[in-house]
T-cell receptor, first 115, second 112 residues
């Protein structure tokens, strides 16, 4: 089954403790991205990747890192999480740039709480 | 950065009613997308619009790409309980980069 898989689904952590949220897709998609969703703000893009070893900042990259060593995986890294990074995070992938005649597929989300 | 204004923020409707929501911007977009998010899930694409003036249907859903390329609307006819969720518009903005800009969402709630 074609899918985008995020792990974990839920995570509670403490301020400053490094964490990684994994994202994997099995559709051989080139484009992957991370979003955070906050009430009243919709989806805001954190980072995106057009292909292996190619990553770029989105609208809200501060406090986050990503890597794209393989096509299928695009982990999101929070080196020193802070409470303002408490949010619902989504990973998405598409064959190429979403909107340009390609559909973006989303993972089920990771609800992160930083205390 | 570019912004999309999506309205209304939320809607309380009776089952069977028609629903209308829209997104507007001061910028021109190349593509408009409408997504639905069910509780606990990621957004799922409903309709994609690629040309100004384009009107596209998907079952009871109809969406249009505004002639000015600065707006889009989504209509849902004869709403049913499974229509509950959050609807997002997204616009593809092209300048020196490609940016997919998202609206803040419209939460649809059906009154019992």
């Amino acid at each position: 089954e074609a899918q985008v898989t995020q792990n974990p689904r839920y995570l509670i952590t403490v301020t400053g403790k490094k964490l990684t949220v994994t994202c994997s897709q099995n559709m051989n998609h080139e484009y992957m991205s991370w979003y955070r969703q906050d009430p009243g703000l919709g989806l805001r893009q954190i980072y995106y990747s057009m292909n292996v070893e190619v990553t770029d900042k989105g609208d809200v990259p501060e406090g986050y890192k990503v890597s794209r060593k393989e096509k299928r995986n695009f982990p999101l890294i929070l080196e020193s999480p802070s409470p303002n990074q408490t949010s619902l995070y989504f990973c998405a992938s598409s064959l190429s740039l979403p909107g340009a005649n390609t559909e973006a597929f989303f993972g089920q989300g990771t609800r992160l709480t930083v205390v | 950065g570019q912004q999309l204004n999506q309205s209304p923020q939320s809607m309380f409707i009776q089952e069977g009613e028609d629903v209308s929501m829209n997104c507007t911007s001061s910028s021109i977009f190349n593509t408009w997308l409408w997504y639905k998010q069910d509780p606990g899930e990621g957004p799922v694409l409903l309709i994609a619009l690629y040309k100004a003036g384009e009107l596209t249907s998907n079952g009871r859903l109809t969406a249009q790409f505004g002639i000015t390329r600065k707006d889009s609307f989504l209509n849902i006819s004869a709403s049913i309980p499974s229509d509950v969720g959050i609807y997002f518009c997204a616009g593809l903005y092209v300048d020196s980069n490609y940016q997919l800009i998202w609206g803040a969402g419209t939460k649809l709630i059906i009154k019992p």
